[in-house]
């Protein structure tokens, strides 16, 4: 069974910087693409980026490319995303996902096969 479990979610200060792990098993992550979905208040779920082996990323939200950075250890089985300056926007839960195929799918839910539960970051105000 193919199970992705975050961590890293907590509590941060705006200006601060916040790392969260994405850990994959059931599946050969260095063949598989990862990528990190995010849901806030009165947000739907919304994809942020993807990446895949050999740290090539997609970024799906053009303009926090300076803010988010992804990366990955294929021999740990373990994605990141890292998040700098946060700020109180970023507050949300974050899921990362996979997909079957070996390339970063479109932004959207039904593109991606493998579903973490999340882990939620909250921001202070």
């Known amino acids: 069974q193919v199970r992705l479990t975050e961590s890293g979610g907590g509590s941060v200060q705006p200006g601060e910087s916040l790392r969260l792990s994405c850990a994959v098993s059931?599946?050969?992550?260095?063949?598989?693409?990862i990528a990190w979905f995010r849901q806030g208040p009165g947000m739907g779920r919304e994809a942020v980026g993807c990446?895949?082996?050999?740290?090539?990323?997609?970024y799906y939200i053009t303009s926090e490319k300076e803010r988010f950075t992804f990366s990955r250890d294929e021999n740990e089985g373990i994605a990141f995303l890292t998040i700098t300056n946060v700020r109180p926007d970023d507050a949300a839960t974050y899921v990362c996902?996979?997909?079957?195929?070996?390339?970063?799918?479109?932004?959207?839910?039904?593109?991606?096969?493998?579903w973490g539960q999340g882990t939620t970051v909250t921001v202070a105000s």
């Open positions: 996902a996979s997909a079957a195929v070996t390339s970063c799918q479109r932004g959207t839910p039904i593109e991606w096969d493998y």
């Open positions: 059931g599946i050969k992550m260095r063949w598989h693409p």
């Open positions: 990446i895949v082996e050999g740290g090539i990323t997609r």
